[in-house]
């Protein structure tokens, strides 16, 4: 200014903090070109690493103070519920001798389960900024396993959520169980996060049962002659 240097560049200047209107007004500055950058992000919302640069110019002799003004958008902060579903699944058969012969017990062990369908609904009213998203009870997405992998829903905003299983993978039972998923704000550093969540379902499972009735031996009587009667399972057709 008149030749002096009243501020060097790159020194702070002023801090402003917004108002409930999502306003706030600087201290008054000399002319000249300012950098304005956003330090603290409101609760919810991602910081924005964008640099807005405000030159403030010389509007003729009649004006003593004015004003000028910036408009700088945030990005709310998201979320996403990652399903993975596990179940027992055969994966070998250990074998074993018997006066009968060579019998073979089924090996299970916990894997991926694929084609398992979940709806999720908003489980309160979600709501950003004062303004309703989505309401509660609303379904938000609908999903499906794959193999080998958990499988992700959209973005969704935060908030509380529920997780209900509509269709189970073949072979296993519907899990009626509804899972709450909360989605809670993570700090101003991070755009989208991931929430896990692991459902099991139990395999379906078979008794074979035999009820032995035998003929009576009136010349023999034998009353626990049923007790002595063998039965062996054998696999019909190949499983795969």
């Given at each position: ?38 330090l603290t992000a409101p609760k919810d919302y991602v910081l924005s690493d964008e640099e807005h640069i405000v030159t403030l110019e010389y ?106 299983e509509k269709t189970a993978p073949n072979g296993f039972v519907l899990n009626n169980t509804a899972y709450s998923v909360e989605l809670t704000y993570q700090g101003q550093e991070i755009s989208v996060f991931t ?46």
């Open positions: 200014v008149n030749g002096e240097t009243k501020v060097t560049a790159g020194t702070l200047v002023d801090t402003v903090k917004t108002d409930a209107d999502g306003k706030a007004t600087s201290k008054e500055l000399y002319l000249g070109e300012y950098l304005v950058k956003e509007k003729g002799q009649e004006v003593e103070i004015y004003s000028t003004s910036l408009k700088v958008t945030d990005t709310v902060q998201k979320g996403i519920i990652a399903i993975q579903k596990k179940g027992e699944v055969l994966t070998d058969v250990e074998k074993t001798e018997s006066d009968y012969g060579e019998i073979l017990t089924p090996i299970y062990e916990k894997r991926y389960l694929a084609d398992a369908e979940y709806e999720i609904y908003a489980d309160e009213d979600i709501i950003v900024n004062g303004e309703t998203k989505v309401t509660a009870g609303t379904l938000v997405d609908t999903v499906k396993t794959a193999e080998n992998e958990p499988v992700s829903s959209k973005q969704l905003y935060l908030g509380k959520y529920k997780v209900v929430e896990n969540l692991v459902i099991e379902n139990e395999r379906q499972k078979v008794s074979v049962s035999f009820n032995k009735t035998m003929e009576e031996n009136i010349y023999y009587p034998d009353a626990d002659a049923y007790k002595e009667v063998v039965f062996g399972i054998y696999v019909k057709e190949d499983i795969i």
